[in-house]
Antibody, heavy 117, light 111 residues
């Protein structure tokens, strides 16, 4: 079955960087994109960006431009999201999701990133 | 950015009774390809969000038929014909005709 398995929880200091991985299985990797969505504690869902796994093209949310980079490794069927210059308000659960026909249809289990001094 | 506005923000429903959630977008979600890029997601307590409805009215795999979606252009509705205890959680609408945006979420609880 289709699965997206994310890396474990991270604790980072302000100003540091974090890189979250999303290992996929159960489908043809290059036929679907990967989106990243985050959810701050007690808050709603915020779309962060998307990567086309076929050609590597990306689109990022405007408020994260310059701080976020999404990449993939086709050989391991894994997507990555790196967020730099972390701030306290980047504390959130970060989800990856498979994207096909513009819909996010299967999600990873989430990765908690805590930014704390 | 397209703004998605959900109403109500919370809903308390008696089991077996119907429920309805509205979502309005600040721009039409009808694409020139004829599709409307509008979705409903449910995030049950402590769980990952999952897709309920895609392109306005299509139930995703495994979604019970008590869930139905309708609407067009900028106005959309999710209906639950008979609410069950397992339907509690936060419902989000989302658009992807442009860079995706979500509604604020509607918290559904059981009376």
């Amino acid at each position: 079955q289709v699965q997206l398995v994310q890396s474990g929880a991270e604790v980072k200091k302000p100003g540091a960087s974090v890189k979250v991985s999303c290992k996929t299985s159960g489908y043809t990797f290059n036929n679907y994109g990967i989106s990243w969505v985050r959810q701050a504690p007690g808050q709603g869902l915020e779309w962060m960006g998307w990567i086309n796994t076929y050609n590597g093209n990306t689109n990022y949310a405007q408020n994260l431009q310059g701080r976020v980079t999404m990449t993939t490794d086709t050989s391991t069927r894994t997507g990555y999201m790196e967020l730099r210059s972390l701030r306290h308000d980047d504390t959130a659960v970060y989800y990856c999701a498979r994207v096909g026909w513009r819909r996010m249809d299967v999600w990873g289990q989430g990765t908690t990133v805590t930014v704390s001094s | 950015d397209i703004v998605m506005t959900q109403t109500p923000l919370s809903l308390s429903v008696t089991p077996g009774q119907p429920a309805s959630i509205s979502c309005k977008s600040s721009q039409s979600l009808l694409h020139s390809d004829g599709k409307t890029y509008f979705y409903w997601y449910l995030q049950k307590p402590g769980q990952v969000p999952h897709l309920l409805i895609y392109e306005v009215s299509n139930r995703f795999s495994g979604v019970p038929d008590r869930f139905s979606g309708s609407g067009s252009g900028t106005d959309f509705t999710l209906k639950i014909s008979r609410v069950e205890a397992e339907d509690v959680g936060v419902y989000y609408c989302m658009q992807s005709i442009q860079l995706p945006t979500f509604g604020q979420g509607t918290k559904v609880e059981i009376k």
